[in-house]
C-alpha cells in the first residue's frame, strides 16, 4: 500500500510564505514525476508545478517565478516553497506522483488527501 499525505498548509496574509510537503510512504520501488495540484470552491482542479525524477520542472502561468518546486528522492518527499502569496493562491492543494510498487508494474498514479491554503488580504 503506497500513501502520500501533505502537510504545511494554514492561514498565511497576502505577501507571506508558506512550505507545503508531501511524503510518500509504502512499499515502494521507484517514483517517478511529483505534482502538486490546486482546487478553489467552484473551480476545476489544475496543476500548479510538476517535477520529473531528473529534476525538471514546470509550473503554471500564474504561479511562476513566486512558486518552487523540489523534491527528496531519498525521503520520498516533494515540496512546494510558495512565496509572495496572494488572495487568489486559496485553495485545497493536492500532491500526486507516479509511483511503483516493490514487486509491481507499471508505475500508478497516486493522490494525497490535501492540505488547506487559505490567503488573506
Known amino acids: 500500500q503506497v500513501q502520500l499525505v501533505e502537510s504545511g498548509g494554514g492561514l498565511v496574509q497576502a505577501g507571506g510564505s508558506l512550505r507545503l510537503s508531501c511524503a510518500a510512504s509504502?512499499?515502494?520501488?521507484?517514483?517517478?514525476?511529483m505534482r502538486w495540484f490546486r482546487q478553489a470552491p467552484g473551480k476545476q482542479r489544475e496543476l500548479v508545478a510538476f517535477?520529473?525524477?531528473?529534476?525538471?520542472?514546470n509550473y503554471a502561468d500564474s504561479v511562476k517565478g513566486r512558486f518552487s518546486i523540489s523534491r527528496d528522492n531519498v525521503k520520498n518527499t516533494v515540496y512546494l516553497q510558495m512565496n509572495s502569496l496572494k488572495p487568489d493562491d486559496t485553495s485545497v492543494y493536492y500532491c500526486?506522483?507516479?509511483?511503483?510498487?516493490?514487486?509491481?508494474?507499471?508505475?500508478?498514479?497516486?493522490w494525497g488527501q490535501g492540505t488547506q491554503v487559505t490567503v488573506s488580504s
Open positions: 500526486n506522483a507516479d509511483i511503483m510498487r516493490v514487486g509491481t508494474a507499471p508505475y500508478r498514479n497516486y
Open positions: 509504502g512499499s515502494i520501488f521507484s517514483i517517478g514525476a
Open positions: 517535477i520529473t525524477s531528473d529534476g525538471s520542472t
